[in-house]
């Protein structure tokens, strides 16, 4: 019996949590006026919610999942730390580090479910190991270290060392990870600080940085969380990016945390590191979608563990479990279980992009604000174990701030937004490209449209730029999009393949790619290049058919046809930004990467949908005649 069919057999793997513990506060009211003796809001009718924050939270959600949990923290015995026990217990087994002070606790006053101020006391850090605590290492099944830079990491190197984590959430401020760590999840803005690296927030430095710390940290694998990008995956070579199509605007405290918890306790249970990543993104956005941290109501007292949250914000209602969700979610969007990942990525941080120089994360204890938060959206689906389900919608609505509700076609306010005017798609009569292989030029559907003032709107997800629609300019090749989407700054998104017969995985891989930029061009293989990859019979649909079909998807805006067997010819005159494959592994070959450091572009890798590609489904179209003629019921 493999280690997974045991696993799913006996029910979740332990998981021992090496961090710092925090206790997290939430005083939230509701304010309608200013206080007469200064310009600040009055909070009336306030409720007060406790709940484990830092290493406790994941620990707390961990348990949750319904596996048998481990704390190791630092923790004395004054009356933080007495009611922080409680909130965990039984549920979580706490070892206890010495401490140097009282235990850090943060509070948040919010009104109308927004954070107005925090309030910070407590200075504890954990002083030493124990041998109770090396020793639950040492036997531990899986290990989740959660470091919010209070020591209870650094007190423990030594034999964390000696058995690696499953996965480390490290700190600016903490310690670095130990080598041979199978999975480092720093966020976008944390991982730039530990690399050194550039300003950029392109994904070639993003991958540069990433696979830079995989080496300076010896790590296994290091994924970087990218805001509403997603998440990108590092082994230290081919980038794997799991995109974020849409995002949701909740509060998204926690959101760190659970990821965390997530990709260690799938790790535990044997899934493959892309497989957890996956699911830690799709369990994020479900904890976003029902409140995330904010959601979480504990009683201290030991005869109610946990009580109900307060009434939700306009909008949210109450899905029975003590979490809030949009009033307009989806039966998917539930904490714990998996969803349409459908938000703004990986990894919510706040502001400044790092946790608070007092050494905690800002939010009470976790990540807050608008950096680089984590996929939340309320559309029910599907983000399972190295699979991805897409959505109806096209690339959402986006704000200023990166959000996007969900809408379908995109339309972002401010620069750099989408208008799409809902026009059929429309090619110009007397195309010059009787392949098909020009532009695909449409009213609003190609990379943006103009609006009343003459500003160049992009629809995708890249840095705002776009083209003029059809009633703007006249037909042009590909090479003269990608050019035009250049020099409006935009970014310009490639993929290529043979696409004979068109199925879910190439639009789900062609919509997460256009996501990526401002303009889509699809390279395709020739009738004679896909003969010589594919051998004699393929391709199934002549080169005009397979165009006019890729022409046809709101999410492609050009398509270019090459004879050779490989596009670099053609992608040396497009000279994209990105260039995107389909793989189920970062170790996937990328002949072409080498390429696009010429010009500065990077190429990434896409999970695949599971079990779809053109190969198996002639296959299984020949079987199906072979079978109806040995029948009798074809002649």
């Not at 606790?105 to 850090?125: F, S």
């Not at 293989?525 to 890729?550: E, F, I, Q």
Request: proline residues 8%; aromatic residues 2%.
């Amino acid at each position: 019996m493999s280690d997974r069919t045991d696993r799913a057999a006996h029910g979740p793997a332990p998981l021992v949590v090496v961090g710092d513990a925090l206790l997290d506060r939430d005083l939230a009211g509701t304010a309608e006026r200013l206080a007469p003796d200064a310009p600040v809001p009055v909070i009336a009718d306030c409720v007060e919610r406790l709940r484990p924050g830092g290493a406790a939270l994941a620990a707390h959600l961990a348990a949750l999942d319904g596996r048998p949990v481990t704390l190791i923290t630092g923790l004395g015995d004054d009356p933080a730390a007495r009611l922080l026990r409680r909130l965990l217990e039984p549920q979580v087994r706490v070892i206890a580090l010495p401490v140097t002070g009282p235990l850090p606790e943060k509070t948040r006053l919010l009104a109308q479910h927004l954070p107005v101020a925090r309030v910070d006391r407590g200075d504890g850090r954990a002083a030493a190991a124990t041998d109770e605590a090396a020793a639950a290492i040492r036997s531990a099944h899986a290990v989740l270290v959660s470091d919010y830079g209070r020591g209870a990491a650094e007190a423990l190197r030594d034999v964390l060392a000696e058995r690696p984590p499953e996965v480390w959430d490290p700190h600016p401020r903490g310690a670095v990870p130990v080598p041979g760590t199978r999975l480092v999840t720093p966020a976008e803005k944390e991982a730039r600080l530990f690399a050194e690296g550039g300003r950029g927030d392109d994904l070639r430095t993003v991958s540069r940085g990433a696979a830079a710390l995989v080496r300076a940290w010896r790590a296994a694998a290091v994924v970087v969380t990218l805001g509403a990008r997603g998440a990108l995956l590092s082994y230290g070579d081919n980038p794997l990016l799991f995109p974020a199509p849409t995002a949701h605007p909740g509060d998204p405290c926690g959101a760190g945390d659970r990821f965390a918890a997530t990709a260690a306790g799938r790790l535990a249970d044997g899934a493959l590191v892309e497989e957890a990543v996956a699911d830690a993104v799709a369990s994020a956005t479900a904890f976003v979608a029902a409140g995330a941290a904010g959601a979480i109501g504990l009683d201290p007292s030991p005869d109610t563990p946990e009580r109900p949250a307060p009434e939700p914000a306009p909008g949210h209602a109450h899905d029975g479990t003590g979490s809030r969700l949009p009033a307009d979610a989806g039966p998917g969007a539930r904490a714990g279980r998996r969803i349409h990942q459908a938000g703004a990525g990986a990894g919510g941080q706040d502001g400044a992009g790092v946790r608070d120089g007092a050494g905690a994360r800002g939010g009470a204890g976790a990540r807050d604000g608008a950096g680089a938060g984590f996929p939340a959206g309320a559309e029910p689906g599907v983000r399972a174990a190295g699979r991805i389900r897409t959505v109806d919608g096209e690339a959402g609505v986006r704000d200023r701030a990166g959000t996007r509700d969900g809408a379908g076609a995109g339309v972002r306010d401010g620069a750099g937004a989408s208008v799409r005017d809902g026009a059929e798609p429309g090619v110009p009569a007397g195309d010059p490209n009787p392949a098909g292989a020009g532009a695909d030029v449409r009213d609003g559907t190609a990379a943006g449209v103009r609006d009343g003032a003459g500003e160049l709107l992009g629809r995708g997800g890249g840095r705002g730029a776009g083209v003029p629609a059809a009633g703007h300019r006249e037909a042009e090749d590909p090479c003269a999009l990608a050019e035009r989407v250049r020099a409006a700054g935009g970014t310009v998104v490639a993929a290529g393949g043979c696409f004979d017969l068109l199925h879910a995985g190439h639009v789900g891989l062609l919509e997460e790619a256009r996501r990526l930029g401002d303009c889509l061009v699809v390279c395709v293989n020739s009738d004679s290049s896909v003969r010589r990859r594919k051998g004699d019979g393929r391709p199934v649909n002549p080169l005009a058919d397979r165009v006019r079909v890729l022409k046809a998807l709101a999410c492609v805006d050009a398509v270019a046809v090459f004879d050779e067997d490989t596009p670099e010819q053609l992608l040396a005159r497009l000279r994209p930004d990105v260039w995107v494959k389909g793989g189920d592994y970062a170790g996937a070959d990328l002949p072409e990467a080498a390429l696009l450091e010429e010009w500065g572009g990077q190429a990434v890798l896409l999970p695949y949908l599971d079990g779809r590609s053109s190969t198996r489904l002639a296959a299984r179209a020949a079987a199906a005649v072979a079978a109806a003629r040995e029948g009798g019921r074809l002649r």
